[in-house]
């Protein structure tokens, strides 16, 4: 049986558990004795788990190299080389060096197949004119053990592409070792000679070129921007402008201290980790995200390549050593699953603890009203770990999706009653909060347990969660008053550590208890295949020693062993398994509301003036954007480069003004009520930002950009109870909705038949059902509907493509105003308009509108991305031929 088969069956079983044992699991209160409790559930012994796992240790440690698949893929990149078909060629040999076993060179039994397959994919990028790439491969074959007795070939060519580079003085230096390679090399005089000949041509015709390049080079090089005012002390990664506050109401929250001009930057953040999204695996590094021209294959396995030995290295020394073995149980998980054990293994790796792991000077720990008050600011059910997911600009899509537990989209899922940040229930009883405070650090988790006893199992599960939400009960500490102390500390500096990942929002009390239990189950599962000795060393690193296990915490910690003293060898292994698998889960809950995904814009070629894609790449976690709030209609906007993340302002931002991100629903995008219920949905929280309390305070009003046109009085319309609406206070007309559905259904049919006449060149005929479809918009809806915009920019693309630029120029003027006052005069959206603008004028030879346009393009691209839009670079361009025409 499949793996996937058996991973469906092992879901099914997690499912079939669910009734039976769903009660008792929701009355636990930590993610440690919900660790304990499903690893001591029956299940394990039964068929459908033992399966999975032993064919999951059946995997471990396939890495899928051969040396007969690596041989027969060069001998086939040779045949194809001779051919020259070189594109070819690089494929089979990029293959070849994956499926390479990694050897040594004093290795007896070792293959040279990775260094020939190197050497002879240098040969094809020289070939190909890549000469820095050629360079990279070169010195890998040699690093990897390339026959001495053939390493003429390779000093020759090292030589010849140094030249290409115009590094005449670093290709001098090897030439007089190449030289003597050649002499000492088995080959016949007249071949010795040709290359002797090659080598003095190599230095001569290059002289020439040699600045050009070398400047070319530099230019290529992408900085990444500097923060306004500096690094702040308080909050890693983000300008010194910038401070952190923590609102009793609102959670965390990132606030400017100083203002800010629209295009400063506020925050630049590597991510915590990231984990490269499947699709991406051929053609992306999995470690910077970067698109890799020359793979650098995993030492260890087939399936993971980097864009350089650097990448590799980095990925090894921080987490893929322990991940490499384990690929295919990694590739059944979902990508939550991946990227949380990703934290933890970066964490151990960097040397750095678990918050409840650093013990710091009993002094503030003793004072019981500080505790409680952090405690209160801790257990309110915050909107600061509500973080973080882009939708895409392009399909209004969420871009990241709640952990796709394939069993958990099969549970009905049910909010408890005191969902959302504005539940009076926990955010606004500050005397409740102290008191599960309390009883937190000072009652047993018995008590607990039978007040909740008389209640309905989801109440339970709100109870549990609402405790649980406090990281130090997560983590089920034997000294509980120190993690205090460590948290409070968190809240005054935000390093940008692991600590700050851990103490990010769970959000625990808003999964569900089924959504809970499965994702404990595979947690479990993770950490019975990546095995005991793993978990011990990781939870050891993260200093959470398993051994000394007292046994004073409260119901938790080592059950067995209530006495104190040290635990049995074997019984550390047990405790570590369950602080492993706790903190697996714990991470998988925060991801939900914290993960960013790391996009990527996709360039469309420019005639068609299609717009460019937004693609996601990755998804990461990145500690100090994670603080950033949502609104609607935000004041900063996010940005990558490779997978550095930028945040710069939109807006001017006035000092205390806090910074908003937009988390995905845009007012400019969707409406009121779509987006209420898209932020409930994955992030848990009500709205009441500005555009927000806008249409709470006035219900009446509708969205311009998607309103009906009164049939009396041509004012703003909308559907409501099967009436179209006036919302003009003067009129009170009231339509039928048949005939808008027929004609909106009419409208659709021929927009969808015209775009596809344009895409088929067929332009007279899109444009007359164009027009057609402009007649009945204009019947029906608002001039400020966005879709009578999308029919001008349609018509604008026909005319495009057919040399009408004069016309075409009409259309989109048309469609740009709709967007300007959909998205803003500063927005990207309009920005990308004005590029489509500009290039409409440039072939038209508007000179002196395009260059305006130019200017107006510029500055937007310029506060949202910095210089490094691909269309910024493009327009400047434009900009520099028409100002020679000028001149
Ligand atoms: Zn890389
Ligand atoms: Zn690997
Ligand atoms: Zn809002
Ligand atoms: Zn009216």
Not at 443 to 467: F, G, I
Request: glycine share 6%; with cysteine.
């Amino acid at each position: 049986m499949a793996t996937s088969e058996r991973w469906k069956l092992f879901q099914e079983s997690c499912k079939k558990e669910l009734g039976r044992r769903l009660p008792e699991f929701s009355r636990l209160e930590s993610d440690e004795e919900r660790a304990k409790f499903c690893l001591a559930l029956d299940c394990w012994d039964g068929d459908t788990l033992t399966k999975l796992i032993e064919k999951l240790q059946s995997l471990k440690g396939k890495v899928g190299k051969s040396t007969e698949k690596a041989n027969h893929l060069r001998d086939k990149g040779n045949a194809a080389y001779k051919a020259q078909k070189f594109q070819e060629a690089f494929t089979l040999y990029t293959d070849s060096i994956s499926y390479s076993p990694v050897t040594h060179v004093n290795d007896d039994n070792g293959t040279e197949c990775l260094s020939l397959a190197l050497a002879n994919r240098s040969a094809v990028l020289f070939h190909l004119q890549e000469y820095k790439l050629c360079l990279q491969d070169i010195q890998a074959s040699i690093d990897s053990g390339y026959p001495e007795n053939l390493q003429y070939k390779l000093l020759h060519r090292k030589v010849q592409a140094l030249f290409k580079l115009g590094k005449k003085d670093d290709a001098k230096k090897e030439v007089k070792g190449t030289l003597e390679a050649i002499e000492k090399a088995d080959i016949p005089e007249d071949r010795k000679e040709a290359m002797r000949k090659e080598l003095k041509l190599a230095g001569r015709n290059i002289s020439k070129q040699e600045e050009g390049k070398e400047g070319e080079e530099s230019a290529e090089e992408v900085k990444v921007p500097k923060l306004q005012y500096g690094e702040s002390q308080q909050v890693a990664h983000a300008s010194g402008g910038v401070e952190m506050r923590e609102e009793e109401d609102k959670g965390r929250m990132l606030v400017a201290q100083k203002a800010f001009e629209p295009g400063s930057v506020l925050i630049v953040e590597q991510p915590y980790a990231a984990v490269l999204l499947q699709k991406h695996h051929s053609t992306h590094c999995h470690t910077c995200v970067t698109p890799v021209l020359v793979p650098h294959p995993c030492r260890g396995c087939q399936y993971v390549q980097y864009c350089s030995g650097t990448c590799e290295e980095q990925a090894w020394r921080e987490y893929h050593s322990y991940e490499c073995e384990h690929w295919h149980l990694l590739q059944m998980v979902e990508t939550f699953a991946q990227l949380s054990l990703r934290l933890l293994l970066t964490a151990a790796a960097r040397g750095e603890k678990h918050p409840s792991a650093d013990m710091e000077s009993p002094a503030t720990a003793s004072k019981p009203s500080d505790q409680a008050k952090l405690c209160t600011d801790k257990v309110s059910p915050t909107s600061d770990g509500a973080k973080t997911v882009q939708i895409d600009s392009e399909t209004g899509s969420t871009s990241e999706q709640p952990g796709d537990l394939s069993v958990q989209t099969d549970v009905i899922e049910e909010n408890p009653p005191s969902a959302g940040m504005e539940s009076p229930t926990t955010a606004d009883k500050p005397s409740d909060q102290n008191k599960l405070c309390t009883d937190d650090l000072s009652s047993t988790s018995e008590e607990a347990k039978t007040d909740s006893e008389t209640e309905s199992t989801l109440e339970q599960a709100s109870n549990m969660s609402q405790a649980e939400s406090t990281p130090e009960q997560a983590s089920n500490l034997s000294v509980k008053t120190d993690s205090v102390q460590n948290s409070m500390q968190d809240v005054e500096l935000h390093r940008g550590n692991y600590s700050s990942v851990y103490n990010l929002m769970t959000h625990t009390e808003h999964h569900s208890v089924e959504q809970l239990l499965t994702q404990m189950m595979v947690s479990c599962l993770m950490c019975k295949c990546l095995g005991v000795d793993m978990c011990v060393e990781v939870v050891k690193k993260l200093g959470l020693e398993g051994g000394n296990c007292t046994g004073a915490t409260e119901g938790g910690g080592c059950g067995e062993n209530k006495e104190g003293g040290d635990c049995a060898k074997s019984e550390e292994g047990v405790v570590c398994v369950e602080k492993m698998a706790a903190l697996l889960c714990h991470h998988m809950q925060q991801l939900r509301c914290n993960a960013q995904a790391i996009t990527t814009l996709q360039e469309q070629d420019s005639v068609s003036l299609l717009e460019d894609k937004q693609v996601r790449l990755a998804t990461a976690v990145f500690p100090t954007e994670a603080l950033l709030n949502h609104s609607c209609r935000p004041n900063v906007f996010v940005s990558f480069q490779g997978k550095t993340l930028i945040v710069r302002a939109v807006s001017h931002i006035k000092p205390g003004e806090e910074l908003l991100h937009c988390y995905g629903p845009h007012a400019g995008r969707m409406v009121y009520g779509e987006r209420q219920a898209a932020l409930k949905e994955q992030y848990f929280f009500s709205c009441s930002c500005d555009a927000c309390q806008e249409q709470v305070g006035n219900p009446n009003t509708v969205d311009m950009f998607s309103a009906y046109k009164c049939p009396v009085c041509n004012n703003a319309a909308k559907l409501q109870d099967k009436k179209l609406v006036c919302t003009s206070p003067n009129c009170d007309a009231q339509g039928d909705t048949d005939d808008i559905k027929t004609t909106s259904k009419k409208i659709q049919d021929l927009f969808v038949q015209s775009s596809a006449f344009l895409e088929e060149g067929q332009i007279q005929e899109a444009v007359s059902g164009l027009k057609q479809c402009l007649v009945l918009q204009w019947k029906i809806l608002h001039p400020s509907n966005k879709d009578i915009a999308r029919t001008h920019d349609a018509l604008a693309r026909c005319y495009a493509t057919s040399g009408d630029c004069k016309k075409s120029v009409e259309h989109l003027k048309k469609s740009l105003s709709t967007v300007e006052l959909q998205f803003g005069a500063c927005s990207v959206e309009l920005a990308h308009e004005l590029h489509k603008l500009a290039q409409l004028q440039f072939n038209g030879q508007q000179v002196a509108e395009c260059l305006d346009t130019i200017e107006r393009a510029l500055t937007i691209f310029g506060c949202h991305y910095g210089d490094h839009h691909p269309k910024s670079k493009e327009l400047r361009a434009m900009k520099d031929c028409l100002i020679d025409v000028l001149v």
